[in-house]
């Protein structure tokens, strides 16, 4: 079955500066991949997708690219404000397993 | 609107008893999910349902049980609660069946089993 596998587990960045996270998945079949965003005691939020037909998206400050070859997706942030704090979750859809599979993390820290 | 609820809120459960997280989405979705999220473990489906009347199991299903007899409804059963049980529990609907579109999460359950 699909694993998905993120990294790093916790990330600390100066506001303004630019964060990164990284999650590679085992399943080339699948062919979508969300972002959500999950704040302390929240629940978690889709914040972008992407689909396997696409190479990048972006939304105002956060974009993703996905490398189908290399089977990685990166979540990049720029300009990043306190706001941005929280716990990042990456996932992929294995093609016609109904599923959606999460990594396991990325607690991100923005220091004023 | 509510979009989608769940109860209760945080529940305390001896070991051996049952229990069923009850989860409501008045958005018509057709599908819908449970997840349980422990630490450094992230979200790990339990079980799902594409549609009423029918259910599938995700990537840890043993101890739970879960029924889809309409479209709002999706509850959570485990039918002799152990301690590794104990999480926060979230549902989940999304209108796109298949696992490839967005999904909506509930407010979450923390269950202690003790």
């Known amino acids: 079955g699909e694993n998905v596998e993120q990294h790093p587990s916790t990330l600390s960045v100066q506001e303004g500066d630019s964060a990164v996270i990284k999650c590679t998945y085992s399943d080339s079949a699948s062919n979508y991949f969300p972002w959500y965003k999950q704040e302390l005691g929240k629940r978690p939020q889709l914040i972008i997708d992407i689909r396997s037909n696409v190479g990048e998206k972006k939304d105002q400050r956060i974009a993703v690219t996905l490398n189908k070859t290399a089977k990685h997706f990166s979540l990049h942030i720029t300009e990043t404000q306190p706001e941005d704090s929280a716990v990042y979750f990456c996932?992929?859809?294995?093609?016609?397993?109904?599923?959606?599979?999460f990594g396991t993390g990325t607690r991100l820290q923005v220091f004023p | 609107i509510a979009g989608i609820t769940q109860a209760p809120t945080s529940q305390i459960l001896a070991a051996g008893r049952r229990m069923t997280l009850r989860c409501t989405q008045d958005?018509?979705?057709?599908?819908m999910y449970w997840y349980r999220q422990d630490l450094g473990l992230g979200l790990r489906l339990i079980h799902y349902s594409n549609t009423a009347g029918t259910t599938g199991k995700g990537e840890v299903p043993d101890g739970y049980s879960v029924s889809r007899a309409n479209t709002d409804d999706f509850p959570l059963t485990l039918a002799s609660a152990v301690p590794s049980q104990t999480s926060v529990y979230f549902c989940?609907?999304?209108?796109?069946?298949?696992?490839?579109?967005?999904?909506?999460f509930g407010p979450g359950t923390r269950l202690t089993v003790l």
């Open positions: 958005m018509r979705h057709n599908a």
């Open positions: 996932a992929a859809s294995p093609y016609n397993t109904d599923k959606l599979i």
């Open positions: 989940a609907s999304s209108p796109t069946s298949g696992g490839d579109g967005e999904q909506f």
